[in-house]
């Protein structure tokens, strides 16, 4: 998605260099009458045509290069650790060789837009032209083309921008299902079974504690995760669905504010294997029995000596692996039936949560002194990270329709800014004959907002391909998005309306003698 955008940003930038080398075509049209006249063939103005095309495009490159390494490196400021493998990235010789060979084949396809130009020069009607007649239609239209074009192509990008936003800012309304803010956590080797309860009662004492508990996965950590085939029937069938399944201590899920639906949580005395006990989540309890209770039901996972825990208690499902989606059901069980090394600790606190980091690390130390904590952080990191990926993502596609609305604005200004010159006598001579200022600057406004209009609803189409092709990065968010689209359109007739402002006020600023007499 963001390659696709970054080709329709380049798009956009070489639609604005051809119309600029349109108008340049389009300026020195006696020139080129004269040099046809003189003798010069068609070939050797396609080869300066050419030329000028790839010098300019190499230019841009050369000046590019330094640009294009100072944005990886805020690139790379601004990537999340998910994306770390971004950091191996570098400006070689691959690199540079691609950007060669853009530059030529941009070059090349540039320098074909000032080419019609050269091939409809007629060196006896332009010679013999007034130079106050206006430009030939098929310039001023190809111009007006690129434009639409332009707009169009901005308007899947700003479109593509705001629906990415609307995900990004669902995802921040997302309850996860427990809590995160005053909760410090750090992880730390078990070196023996009593460890975690003994550093547990060690940390529930220290003043600003309010509960602590010990859990074998952090929510959205990158550690690989544990799962658990479950079924109702013994021997476990080969295809029997998956758990995702944490070894947890007591207090642990009142420490992180989970919701018990019906049941109890753990306590010390849930640790004889030979009568094993779960904790399950509403959605394992819907698959295995809908419309009934789960409490007090077994099923066959793999779970004590028995290998049939009972279900002692039902939560309301946690989002513990992403924040976006819900996905495996969950099973947790006491950790001293399923111990894990090392183990997380989470540390709900009264007030900031670094400032009970000593204490904590020095209880840890008192109990073993091989035993240091490490991965000491507030919770609400684990929760930043899970949407940071998301807010990268936001952020480059923000960019990327922010530089397309300022080329496309450039390029209305440029296309009205050239008619408005060729049309200076014409404003003269329609201030003269008793055309008021406002009939002659809504003449403007409406050229250019027609561009503007027919741009948007090209471009409102392509929206809507472009939005089904990152529906898998959207959510809560419909790839049809009112909202989404009204807001592009919107910045983009804004855009239009102010691009439009100067060569409109150059329009009415044209003195009726001034004009008449410069020709």
Partial sequence: ALFGGVGILLTIACVNVAGLLIARAAARSKETSLRLALGAGFGRLMRQS??????????????????????????????????????????DGTVLAFTLAAAV????????????????????????????????????????????????????????????????????????????????????????ETFVRELLEKIA??????????????????????????????????????????????????????????????????????????????????????????????????????????????????????????????????????????????????GEPLSIAHAVREAALSLDPRCAIYDVRPMTDYVESARATRRFTVVLAAAFAVAALALTCVGVYGVLAYSVAHRRHEFGVRRALGADAGHVLRGVLREGLTFAIVGCAAGAAGALVVGRLIQTQLYAVQPHDPASFVAAITLILA???????????????????EALRTE
């Fill in 105 to 192: 084949v941009w070059g090349l396809l540039l320098s074909l837009a000032p080419l019609m130009e050269v091939l409809n020069a007629d060196p006896c009607r332009s010679l013999q032209r007034q130079s106050r007649t206006a430009a030939a239609p098929i310039r001023y239209r190809a111009r007006a083309g690129l434009i639409v074009g332009q707009i169009a192509l901005s308007v899947v990008l700003l479109v593509g921008a705001a629906l990415l936003v609307r995900a990004f800012v669902e995802v921040t309304r997302v309850d996860p299902g427990f809590r995160t803010d005053r909760q410090l956590s750090f992880r730390t080797l078990v070196p023996r």
């Fill in 495 to 513: 855009g239009a309306v102010i691009a439009c402002g100067v060569p409109a006020y150059r329009a009415i600023a044209v003195s009726p003698m």
């Fill in 205 to 350: 004492v220290l003043p600003g504690v309010t509960g602590a508990g010990a859990f074998s996965h952090l929510p959205y950590d990158d550690l690989p995760n544990w799962g658990l085939p479950f079924s109702l029937e013994s021997p476990i069938p080969p295809d029997a669905p998956f758990a995702d399944a944490r070894s947890i201590s007591p207090g642990l899920l009142e420490t992180l504010g989970a919701e018990l639906i019906e049941g109890r949580l753990f306590t010390e005395h849930d640790r004889d294997p030979k009568h094993p006990v779960v904790i399950v989540d509403d959605q394992l309890a819907r698959l295995l029995w809908p419309g009934r209770s789960a409490l007090g039901q077994r099923l066959y996972v793999n779970v004590g000596d028995s290998r049939q825990p009972q279900i002692v208690g039902v939560i309301e499902h946690l989002r513990l692996r992403t924040l976006v989606a819900d996905l495996l059901p969950q099973i947790f069980v006491p950790w001293q039936l399923a111990q894990r090394n090392p183990m997380a600790f989470v540390v709900s606190t009264s």
């Fill in 50 to 91: 050419l030329v000028e095309g790839l010098l300019l495009t190499a230019l841009g490159a050369v000046a590019g290069v330094p640009v294009g390494h100072a944005g990886l490196r805020l690139l790379l400021a601004l990537t999340p650790e998910s994306l770390s493998r971004l950091d191996a990235s570098t400006i």
